[in-house]
């Protein structure tokens, strides 16, 4: 059964530290991304890979960065966690173009 | 930049009916997908349906079909002989097919609740 895994489904942090969100996909996939969900936002984009080391921003790279060194790893980086930062964060890899998207559960991030 | 529109928030619908939730897009591109999503309150995204620019006929995916109306630029999807699990969030999502890792905008979602 295909997978993609998220290393939390809850965190709780503090105001200044640093964050890391995991996310691994077992299907080979070039493509992988990171979304936040706000109510009524629906699904916005933080940033992008297509190859590993490879990085675009999306529609929200403000206060984040990413990370991909192996092809099945995609980690999101909050340099210094604020309290405008607290979402739901979802994963998300696919194939090739005509593909959907294959999510991961989500992690639940408050920041306090 | 493309867009998706679902002017839904909230819709109801009674159990064993049909139902239909908008979407309605803008892009320049030629080569694109449309996709729908189902979110149910545990948070995970399970995908429902597939439409490609370039195909003539509507997808349908047992209960789900989509009906693409490309000139007006919908893809309303429609379930039909609604169930109690269909209670849920839903997403229209459309992605560029000639782009780096063909990356997706997704609509604010319709929030559907089947009464019984």
């Known amino acids: 059964d295909v997978k993609v895994t998220q290393s939390s489904r809850y965190l709780v942090k503090r105001t200044g530290e640093k964050v890391f969100l995991e996310c691994v996909q077992d299907?080979?996939?070039?493509?992988m991304f990171w979304y936040r969900q706000d109510p009524g936002l629906g699904l916005r984009l933080i940033y992008f890979s297509y190859d590993v080391k490879m990085k675009e921003k999306g529609d929200i790279p403000e206060g984040y960065s990413v990370s991909r060194e192996k092809k099945e790893r995609f980690s999101l980086i909050l340099e210094s966690a604020s309290t405008n930062q607290t979402s739901m964060y979802l994963c998300a890899s696919t194939g090739d173009s005509y593909n959907e998207q294959f999510f991961g559960p989500g992690t639940r991030l408050t920041v306090l | 930049a493309q867009k998706i529109t679902q002017t839904q928030p909230g819709m109801f619908v009674q159990e064993k009916e049909a139902v239909t939730l908008d979407c309605t897009y803008d892009t320049s591109d030629q080569s694109y997908g449309l996709f729908w999503y189902k979110q149910p309150s545990s948070g995970e995204m399970i995908f429902l349906i597939y439409?490609?620019?370039?195909?003539?006929q509507n997808a349908t995916e047992g209960r789900y079909s989509l009906n693409f109306q490309k000139a007006r630029k919908s893809a309303n999807l429609v379930i039909s002989a609604s169930q109690l699990g269909d209670s849920a969030m839903y997403f229209c999502a459309m992605r560029e097919i000639n782009t780096n890792a063909g990356k997706s905008t997704f609509g604010d979602g319709t929030t559907l609740t089947v009464k019984p």
């Open positions: 299907m080979d996939h070039e493509n």
């Open positions: 439409q490609g620019s370039y195909d003539e």
